[in-house]
């Protein structure tokens, strides 16, 4: 399916893509929790709900693309996220986002 194809499916189905940038904090507890972070994101994943996420090479944050009903169900996705419970990060950018290609 072409790019703008999907776009007009995921407004059919009522569906967003939003790009979240994250700056890394309280580096101790972050690390701590990790593991349970990435298998939290792995669920994501399987349920489609993520589309990709990973560290920026520096590891001073990363950058993560959703693919959800609304940002208020991102915002839920997110207080799930062990990171939050252990407040390992800011949210730097948070934005809806139109691909044009695959």
């Not at 893509?17 to 690390?31: D, G, H, I, P, S």
Request: hydrophobic share 40%.
């Amino acid at each position: 399916m072409s790019g703008a194809g999907r776009d007009s499916l995921l407004k059919v189905l009522g569906m967003a893509r939003y790009v979240l940038e994250m700056a890394f904090k309280n580096e101790t507890r972050r690390l701590e929790v990790r593991p349970e972070h990435r298998r939290h994101l792995q669920r994501l994943l399987d349920e489609g709900r993520l589309i990709t996420a990973g560290p920026w090479a520096d590891d001073t944050g990363a950058l993560h693309i959703y693919e959800v009903a609304d940002e208020a169900e991102l915002r839920e996705i997110l207080k799930a996220d062990p990171y939050t419970a252990v407040d390992a990060y800011e949210i730097a950018s948070l934005r809806e986002w139109t691909p044009i290609l695959p």
